[in-house]
């Protein structure tokens, strides 16, 4: 299956696609930094983008007709920073809003779905009609805004076309779910809340649903406090095991076992994600790439830094002071101190062998920015399962009905 990826970054939407088994016609980026990450590791023959076709341009500019070939799927991450909880919260009057972009991308490839990822912010009461005009316009990508209609008049054109009983006329339209998750859900070791926003094209028979959660809060409480499991795992002896609350360990004990979840693996902690990693230093570590300190963590009001034994906070799209003075680890006996570019990635589940170009500023940014691979690569074979599933009933079907 082919896809298209808009808005790539540093490539963890992409890479998680390319994982699931979908083969990138393109993958557009405009940012220099990001397109010498991908570019730097094609030359390294890594093997997840080294065939990728990187485009460094702006997706408004790109000739998609260029592609020449049908497009199963087309992922995307337009720029978060206009619903991002620590923006200015423009949204539609901010020039970085790609979401009109989006919907053109999308309305001239036809795809069959579509799988969009943002931030939590833009589900905040504050853009609520906003955010409802992104899924209608999403759902009907080709009644498009009028000369000199502004987005609030296209919204209520766009209500009646979703609440009208007449015959639908236009022939490209999306059945559209938007989901809100949570990455460590899904194995990854950081608790990083996105909307993921799927559509299905209107004529394709899918049966989809956000595929289930993989991993639990539960049993990581669990595999710490009573069965122990977690500590023996990183051969913490009893000693040095922080005493849990006996509240806590009473509720665990006393939760019915349908709620605990114990079915689902435990939530990976920053503990799990460093292990087997070095130390970072002030000098290049030949041994892991990007793997450099950073020096001045502190903690202060508002930045307060990852437990080593919980999933991380949010990794933020920064370096020093806001918002990245909070992509610090914190140790047990309170000590701090930066993640590394490398624990970062491991973070945000990049491989080792994925290197990142730039400074210590644009690395950062990259990775606050990227999706997480593990959860992209669920969540595209997803949609790629219900796609092959639908292809396979459509065969099914013109078959009885030929013998018929």
């Known amino acids: 299956m082919k896809s298209v990826e808009l808005f790539a970054g540093a490539g963890g939407l992409a890479m998680g696609a390319s994982l699931a088994g979908f083969k990138p016609l393109a ?8 397109c010498d990450t991908i570019r730097e590791n094609q030359k390294r023959r890594f093997p997840i983008v080294s065939d990728w076709n990187l485009i460094e341009e702006d997706v408004r500019k790109f000739d998609w007709e260029s592609l020449g070939e049908d497009v199963d799927l087309v992922t995307g991450g337009p720029p978060c920073q206009p619903f991002s909880m620590a923006g200015k919260h423009k949204a539609f009057n901010d020039d970085r809003d790609m979401f009109p972009a989006t919907v053109s991308v999308i309305r001239a490839l036809r795809p069959k779905a579509f799988i969009i990822e943002n931030v939590k912010g833009l589900m905040r009461s504050s853009f609520a009609n906003y955010y409802q005009y992104i899924l209608l316009q999403l759902e009907f990508p080709e009644i498009v805004s009028r000369r000199d209609e502004d987005w609030l008049n296209h ?9 009208s009983k007449k015959p639908r006329q236009l022939g490209l339209t999306y059945n559209v779910v938007a989901t809100l998750v949570n990455a460590a859900d899904y194995g990854v070791p950081q608790k990083r809340e996105r909307i993921f926003i799927v559509g299905f094209r209107s004529d394709i028979d899918a049966n989809w649903s956000f595929p289930k959660p993989t991993h639990s809060k539960s049993s990581l409480l669990h595999s710490k406090w009573i069965s122990g499991e ?11 095991r922080p005493i849990a609350p006996d509240q806590l360990i009473s509720q665990l004990q ?4 349908e709620k605990r979840e114990l079915h689902a693996r435990p939530w990976r902690t920053v503990r799990d994600a460093l292990q087997g990693l070095t130390r970072p230093s002030l000098k290049n570590d030949c041994s892991f790439h990007n793997h450099l300190l950073q020096l001045g963590a502190r903690v202060y009001t508002g930045h307060t830094g990852s437990p080593l034994d919980e999933p991380a906070k949010t990794i933020k799209a920064g370096d020093h002071g806001v918002p990245g003075g909070e992509n610090m680890v914190v140790f047990p006996d309170g000590s701090v101190r930066y993640f590394s570019v490398r624990e970062s990635a491991r973070l945000q589940t990049f491989p080792d062998g994925f290197i990142f170009h730039g400074s210590w500023t644009e690395t950062m940014r990259q990775l606050g920015n990227a999706v997480p691979i593990t959860l992209a690569r669920y969540v595209c074979a997803s949609v790629g399962e219900a796609l092959a599933e639908s292809e396979i009933r459509c065969i099914k ?8």
Request: proline share 5%.
């Open 27 to 34: 993958v557009v980026e405009w940012n220099k930094w990001c």
């Open 155 to 163: 919204l209520r054109r766009l209500q009646i076309e979703k609440t």
């Open 230 to 240: 977690y500590w023996r795992r990183h051969n913490i002896p009893k000693s040095n």
């Open 254 to 257: 006393k939760m019915p076992k």
């Open 397 to 404: 079907n013109t078959l009885s009905r030929s013998i018929a």
